[in-house]
């Protein structure tokens, strides 16, 4: 009984200095994303003006997704040349607006409902048409 009491106080102890400590090799996971993460501000910064930087931090915070693909599609032509100089904030808007129709989610939700007895009950259909939703639904009177 001692001797597993010893274990479990090793094992207890040995998990507490890998989380003050961290693992190595979750410690070079993070050093290789600080270093990319480095390298994409690096680029992003040669490429893009101080407007269209500031727009894109912005847009940053509010769709973060969309904010990756924009960063890799600049990174992207950056590294194949071709970008003529730096990215002014109406050349980033357009690349938003391309990014966006390329990336447009199309949504359908379709409710469907029991029949119901058309004699005994009146039916009500909304059909609301954003997006081809449509809800039926039946009321009885």
Same mark, same amino acid.
């Given at each position: 009984? !001692?001797?597993?009491?010893?274990?479990?106080?090793?094992?207890?102890?040995? !998990?507490?200095?890998?989380?003050?400590?961290?693992?190595?090799?979750?410690?070079?996971?993070? /050093?290789?994303?600080?270093?990319?993460?480095?390298?994409?501000?690096?680029?992003? !910064?040669?490429?893009?003006?101080?407007?269209?930087? !500031?727009? *894109?931090?912005? *847009?940053?915070?509010?769709?973060? /997704?969309?904010?990756?693909?924009?960063?890799?599609?600049?990174?992207?032509?950056?590294?194949?040349?071709? *970008?003529?100089?730096?990215?002014?904030?109406?050349?980033?808007? /357009?690349?938003?607006?391309?990014?966006?129709?390329?990336?447009?989610?199309?949504?359908?939700?379709?409710?469907?409902?029991?029949? %119901?007895?058309?004699?005994?009950?009146?039916?009500?259909?909304?059909?609301?048409?954003?997006?081809?939703?449509?809800?039926?639904? %039946?009321?009885?009177?």
């Amino acid at each position: 009984m !001692a001797e597993e009491e010893l274990e479990a106080l090793r094992k207890q102890r040995l !998990a507490e200095l890998q989380a003050k400590h961290g693992d190595p090799g979750d410690a070079a996971q993070q /050093e290789a994303k600080h270093r990319e993460a480095e390298m994409r501000n690096s680029i992003l !910064a040669q490429v893009l003006d101080q407007s269209a930087r !500031a727009r *894109l931090s912005n *847009l940053a915070l509010v769709k973060p /997704e969309k904010t990756k693909a924009v960063e890799n599609y600049l990174i992207q032509m950056a590294r194949y040349g071709q *970008l003529s100089g730096k990215v002014s904030e109406q050349g980033l808007i /357009e690349i938003l607006e391309k990014v966006s129709q390329q990336t447009e989610k199309k949504t359908t939700v379709k409710v469907s409902v029991p029949k %119901c007895s058309w004699q005994k009950k009146k039916i009500a259909v909304l059909s609301v048409v954003l997006n081809t939703h449509y809800i039926k639904t %039946c009321f009885s009177p």
